[in-house]
Structures are given as structure tokens and as C-alpha cells.
């Protein structure tokens, strides 16, 4: 018991040491990602219609 204790000791002192975001980094990291998954989400859709149109010319 006693090492369980010692335990959630530790990860409490632990997360008193984070650098939690602020409010500004976190749009600004939300923007990036949501700009990411549209632009990989254009590309592989791209790539599905050409390798689509040329399995049709083949």
C-alpha cells in the first residue's frame, strides 16, 4: 500500500511540472492540424481519381 501511495505522489509532484498550452498556442496548433488534414485529404483524393482514370484507359 505503501508503494502505491509513493506512487500518486510522484505522478502528482509530476503534473504540477507541466507547461500546459495557452489558449493562443492551442488555436494555433488546432488551425495547423485542421490545415494538414484538409490538404492531405485533397491529395490522396487526387491521387485515387488519377489512378481511377488511368485504370479506366487501361
Known amino acids: 500500500m505503501k508503494k502505491i501511495k509513493g506512487f500518486f ?6 503534473a504540477k511540472m ?3 498550452p495557452s489558449a493562443k498556442d ?8 485542421l490545415s494538414l488534414m484538409v490538404f492531405f485529404g485533397l491529395y490522396f483524393y487526387l491521387l485515387d481519381v488519377l489512378f481511377t482514370f488511368l485504370k479506366g484507359l487501361v
Not at 26 to 33: C, D, F, L, P, R
Open 26 to 33: 492551442m488555436g494555433k496548433y488546432s488551425v495547423a492540424v
Open 18 to 20: 507541466v507547461r500546459w
Open 9 to 14: 505522489k510522484g505522478v502528482k509532484r509530476e
